[in-house]
């Protein structure tokens, strides 16, 4: 049993965990779940050793502990499955699997790989992983690898006295639908080797696999509920502390699109090296909806619309006009705007304040004779912050300190305030906590509603199906079904799935 | 430092001294000016030392042709250079100290070629008549001391009112974000590297006009100090915050420390363990961890 008392943590000034108590039976599967900032990664940092608390005790089987370390962690059986796999690709799977823990395997200072490899494969048993441990790393796919990982952390069940304690954080969120039914079966099947501490935003999820689920809410627990008493619904209301609309995706305020004006075209285009053929129309005030699998082929076609990547074959044509040559800069003066799945990557430069990301995709609009008009570009930025009640003390704010919601809603501004009519919207709600997903689901709508098309990769089907008024199902590169999508008539997630895999 | 320094020695702080101090500083400040502009996007220019020696034989060697022209002889020189730089590191994609140690190479050795390995001397008439206008005071001030302030007037307003240079701040924030807005990055990283190099051939023009002559080692021991008065003064090797105002008083540091150690009787030849000492502090404290998470 492993058990959290009264855990306080506080980061310069903020009280991230206020008296937290959180206990794991042994075999348990406890769900972990709470809005972005609510204290989740802090919590778990806590319980593998990478962040020590300010007050309050860490108990295993009724003695209390102390992690200075992960290492230390790992040494009392608590071990961490990375969001971000942690393996390095081009060691093999076993040199990961031992890594920082060779020294059974060494003799005279030279590690037996014949003995190494034999320990490995009996880890890899253990998640049902039949691979040759001395296959290099990135050889694997991602499920496989999401797989080693949990096989590295079983691996210290031979070390330690006592159940094993494992965090899962968000595994499922780069798996496909089968990886994730796959990665829950052998979950459920080490449960008499461990416990799990399980980590996600799909509730559904949640649901399925948890035994008991804590709701942590500004840095305490608000409510422990077991699984099959619980609903998404009853559990949303506890994340955020009030009821969600049934018009989540607004549907209400879904229009028909204007038929007649194309804004986008895509006629038998190619992506590059993917052999594939794809055609569509984007029409004003259509929001259409690429749905399929991780690594599907969704976003080689949104980098293709984009000018990132320059077509094999093919034509594709802006309101009508052929594009010749393909790049960014072609692109974004033809008015389409990109909003990047990597929000801090490609999204918002941090380091630089609200005025300066907005204006970044058209700076020629604020200058004469390459001269910036600051006051005309702050300007735009309070115009924007209050359009999109943008929550910032100031248009000087660095864009790096904002929440995740507030920097999308900014990529947004940057690409509406500048005239772009053709969205391009790669996982627009990826990492928001609810309500600022409710805020982008608005935007959504109210651009529709201003004659702008959007091409969507939603976060999960229920997004698209939701939001979009027309969804292509892509596979293998190729768009293999065409569904419409008007409220009150959209297909369900049943329908999709059946083309998808 | 000033202070102390000025206890041991009263006349160090004489107006006349410190004016002497900030003109000897004039080609550190011009060049470390245009190494700001490299190191803001995140790279490094280490061709600036080179680019500066090989302007010096440049402009001593056209002097007697070209006259006030040989300026623009070496500008334009030091223009090329540093665009070479920028094309290799943007479209052949080697990393900036690759590409400007390189050219730094190639600029060097055009100056010993140029110069046949040898110093040379600018005719004294020629220079004043051609140069006078720079080497002249007016009410005790310099004019080298106003045309560098000037210099770095310009490049501070092209780097903070200007297009290019709130471009130049995203790509050292964040250089994807760039392309993702449309903006064809490698346009601009190539125009920082050229105006690097222009601005260290400026510097070795200055320096070559002050010392009456050219020879391929004679801004030796300038790239460490020009590369200190940038990290010194808050540009970090990262890039994307900083700017030329930091160089500004970056440079002043450095050349106080440099004047101190003369007053102390320190050998110029010890000066480089100095400041090879503060390069280390300097960017161990200002890197952007969370831009570089693994260093090699």
Not at chain 1, 216 to 226: E, F, I, P, R
Request: aromatic share 6%; proline share 3%; charged share 20%.
């Amino acid at each position: 049993m492993f058990e959290l008392q009264n855990i306080e943590k506080r980061y310069t000034g903020v009280h991230v965990l206020k008296g937290v108590d959180f206990r794991i039976d042994d075999g348990e599967i406890i769900g972990l779940v709470g809005e972005n900032g609510a204290g989740k990664s802090t919590l778990m940092k806590i319980i593998y050793g990478a962040v020590q608390q300010d007050g309050g005790t860490i108990q295993v089987d009724g003695e209390t502990v102390t992690f200075r370390t992960p290492r230390d962690a790992m040494k009392m059986g608590v071990g961490m499955v990375y969001q971000e796999q942690s393996l390095i690709p081009n060691l093999t799977v076993m040199e990961n699997i031992f890594l920082g823990f060779e020294k059974p395997f060494v003799r005279f200072g030279a590690i037996r790989w014949k003995k190494m490899a034999e320990a490995a494969r009996v880890q890899l048993a253990k998640v049902g992983l039949d691979i040759d441990p001395a296959t290099i790393t990135s050889r694997l796919t991602f499920a496989q690898r999401q797989l080693v990982e949990l096989a590295k952390v079983l691996a210290l069940e031979e070390r330690v006295e006592g159940k094993l304690v494992i965090l899962l954080d968000e595994p499922t969120s780069v798996l496909s639908r089968d990886e994730i039914e796959l990665l829950f079966s052998v979950v459920r099947a080490l449960r008499r080797r461990a416990s799990f501490i399980f980590v996600s935003h799909r509730l559904d999820e949640i649901l399925a696999l948890s035994d008991r689920i804590y709701v942590l809410k500004d840095g305490a627990v608000v409510d422990v509920m077991t699984a099959k008493d619980a609903s998404i619904a009853t559990i949303q209301k506890e994340m955020v502390g009030r009821d969600i609309s049934n018009e989540y995706y607004r549907e209400d305020r879904q229009i028909p699109y204007d038929e007649n004006k194309v804004l986008l075209e895509l006629d038998h285009v190619g992506v590059a090296g993917r052999g594939n053929d794809v055609s569509l129309r984007l029409h004003a005030g259509e929001v259409l909806a690429l749905v399929g699998v991780e690594g599907s082929g969704r976003e080689p076609i949104l980098r293709t619309i984009f000018g990132m990547l320059r077509p094999d074959r093919g034509t594709l044509r802006i309101r009508g006009k052929p594009v010749r040559s393909f790049s960014p800069s072609h692109s974004v003066a033809h008015g389409i705007g990109y909003i990047p799945r990597e929000r801090k990557i490609e999204g918002i430069a941090s380091g630089m304040n609200v005025f300066e990301n907005m204006t970044l995709s058209q700076m020629k609009n604020y200058t004469k004779g390459s001269v910036l008009n600051i006051s005309a570009e702050r300007k735009l930025a309070r115009e924007w912050i209050g359009k999109l009640s943008i929550k910032v003390p100031s248009e000087y704010a660095d864009c790096g300190n904002l929440s995740g919601g507030n920097q999308q809603k900014v990529v947004l501004a940057k690409w509406r305030s500048g005239g772009s009519d053709i969205i391009l919207l790669d996982h627009p709600t990826r990492g928001l906590d609810i309500g600022a997903k409710e805020d982008v689901y608005a935007m959504i709508r109210d651009m529709s509603a201003d004659g702008v098309g959007i091409i969507l990769i939603a976060d999960t089907l229920e997004e698209a199906i939701g939001l979009s008024h027309t969804i292509a199902v892509i596979k293998d590169g190729d768009i293999k079904k065409w569904f419409n999508c008007q409220p009150g008539a959209k297909p369900s997630l049943y329908n999709l799935i059946q083309h998808m895999v | 430092m000033l202070l102390l320094v000025g206890l041991r020695d009263i006349n160090f702080l004489s107006p006349q001294n410190l004016v002497t101090l900030v003109a000897d500083v004039v080609p550190l400040l011009i060049m470390a000016t245009g190494m700001t502009f490299v190191i803001y996007i995140g790279g490094i220019d280490l061709s600036s030392q080179s680019i500066a020696n090989m302007a010096t034989v440049l402009a001593t060697i056209s002097l007697p042709a070209l006259g006030v022209g040989s300026a623009l002889l070496v500008i334009a020189a030091g223009l090329l250079f540093g665009a070479v730089s920028g094309v290799v590191t943007t479209r052949l994609k080697v990393p900036s100290f690759i590409s400007t140690l390189a050219v730094g190479g190639i600029a060097l050795s055009v100056g010993q070629y140029a110069s046949g390995q040898q110093a040379l001397h600018m005719d004294t008439e020629q220079r004043r008549h051609a140069f006078g206008w720079v080497t002249g005071q007016t009410a005790g001030i310099p004019h080298i001391l106003v045309l560098a302030l000037v210099i770095v007037a310009i490049a501070w307003f092209l780097q903070i009112r200007m297009l290019p240079g709130r471009t130049l701040k995203a790509i050292g924030a964040g250089e994807p974000v760039v392309v993702a807005s449309g903006i064809r990055a490698d346009r601009y990283k190539i125009l920082a590297f050229a105006l690097s190099g222009m601005f260290a051939a400026i510097a070795g023009l200055m320096f070559s006009i002050r010392l009456s002559g050219g020879s391929p080692t004679l801004a030796e021991g300038f790239l460490l100090p020009a590369i200190v008065a940038v990290l010194v003064g808050g540009t970090p090797l990262t890039g994307g915050v900083g700017g030329v105002l930091n160089t500004l008083i970056g440079t002043m540091i450095v050349a106080v420390v440099r004047a101190s150690m003369l007053y102390f009787s320190i050998p110029a030849t010890g000066q480089q363990i100095f400041f090879g000492l503060v390069l280390i502090v300097a960017i161990a404290t200002t890197i952007d961890r969370s831009k570089m998470k693994v260093v090699k």
